[in-house]
């Protein structure tokens, strides 16, 4: 996790029984949003109240790389695929302003 970077989080409100689909469609698209060279990783999640709720995080190197890519073809091929799973949704952008990774145990 890289301080500084900027984050990408997304809720997805998802139709009933398409869950499965989106899943899929989501895995199929993912690798063209972290093939782009300002991304560091994107992450999909499934609420546990809402079984009908996703997050997605994505992380990028800064939030000028990130809107050049929200603006990019690539981008409105990927929202016009995900599209027919969901019925509403929000996002919220964010900077990394400090990172506190877990320790790592010292063998040998």
Excluded: C
């Excluded at 900027?6 to 469609?25: C, N, Q, S, W, Y």
């Amino acid at each position: 996790m890289a301080t500084g970077s900027f984050r990408v989080l997304l809720r997805a409100e998802i139709k009933p029984g398409m869950a499965e689909d989106f899943e899929r469609t989501w895995l199929e698209v993912g690798t063209g949003v972290t093939g782009h060279p300002a991304n560091l990783g994107q992450w999909l999640m499934r609420s546990d109240e809402d079984e009908h709720v996703y997050y997605i995080l994505s992380e990028w190197v800064d939030e000028p790389s990130f809107r050049e890519f929200e603006q990019s073809d690539q981008h409105l091929e990927h929202r016009t695929r995900l599209h027919p799973y969901r019925s509403g949704g929000a996002m919220w952008t964010m900077t990394v302003v400090h990172a506190l990774d877990k320790p790592r145990a010292v063998t040998g």
